[in-house]
């Protein structure tokens, strides 16, 4: 399984835009960019994915660099309840797993 | 239901003692993993079941872990003889088809094992 290094913590202020870095640099050509995060006391949730292009959803973006060694998650407008462990995980389908590092802890700053 | 349910949301439970700890998918979803969370890290892989068969148990820690799941739906997983390094969150996903490029995995909010 390919290895992923995000930093153990951030701080952000409510209502302002949040990058989290993701570093990836033994991925491989098939690997896809998850991301998922962790609110207290609950299970992971899917946040968005994504191979080679830049993806948005409604919770949030991920830019992938061109060389695909490094991705940023971007929540665009932090709020309170997006306070939570967010992980980047790499995964070749079929076949491969979900494997989860420690991610990064979000605190959000009212 | 909804969502992915797990019971019990809390167990306590003695050196030595067996515990069984269940999940119920999302209905219809077809892949189903679990997953170990010792207090204060990540997700540690534990096992996955496509249907009923479970073609990767590498995860699993030593042969006092086992897991089932039957018709495709509710999975079982057993600790015996537990230890206190077997403390943590277990926690159980699945999703509608294993391997797809845009499999995503639903959580269920886990049971808390507390082994004195």
């Known amino acids: 399984d390919a290895k992923t290094t995000q930093p153990n913590s951030m701080e952000s202020n409510e209502e302002e835009p949040v990058h989290l870095p993701c570093n990836h640099s033994t991925i491989s050509g098939t690997d896809y960019i998850h991301w998922y995060r962790q609110l207290p006391s609950q299970g992971p949730e899917y946040v968005i994915h994504g191979l080679t292009s830049n993806v948005n959803n409604r919770m949030a973006s991920l830019a992938i660099a061109e060389d695909r060694k490094s991705s940023t998650l971007i929540l665009h407008r932090a709020t309170l309840r997006d306070a939570a462990v967010y992980y980047c995980?790499?995964?070749?389908?079929?076949?491969?797993?979900?494997?989860f590092g420690t991610g990064t802890s979000l605190t959000v700053i009212p | 239901g909804a969502g992915v349910s797990q019971s019990p949301s809390n167990k306590v439970t003695e050196k030595g003692k067996d515990v069984e700890l269940r999940c119920d998918p999302i209905s219809g979803h077809t892949a189903l993993y679990w997953y170990r969370q010792s207090l204060g890290q990540g997700l540690e892989f534990l096992i996955y079941?496509?249907?009923?068969?479970?073609?990767?148990k590498s995860g699993l820690p030593s042969d006092r872990f086992s897991a089932e799941r039957t018709g495709g739906s509710v999975s079982t997983l057993t600790i015996q003889r537990t230890q206190q390094e077997d403390s943590a969150v277990y926690l159980c996903?699945?999703?509608?088809?294993?391997?797809?490029?845009?499999?995503?995995?639903?959580f269920g909010s886990g049971t808390q094992l507390s082994v004195l």
């Open positions: 995980i790499l995964r070749d389908p079929p076949g491969n797993q979900f494997y």
């Open positions: 079941f496509q249907g009923n068969s479970a073609p990767d």
């Open positions: 996903a699945s999703s509608p088809r294993q391997g797809a490029t845009n499999e995503k995995l639903f």
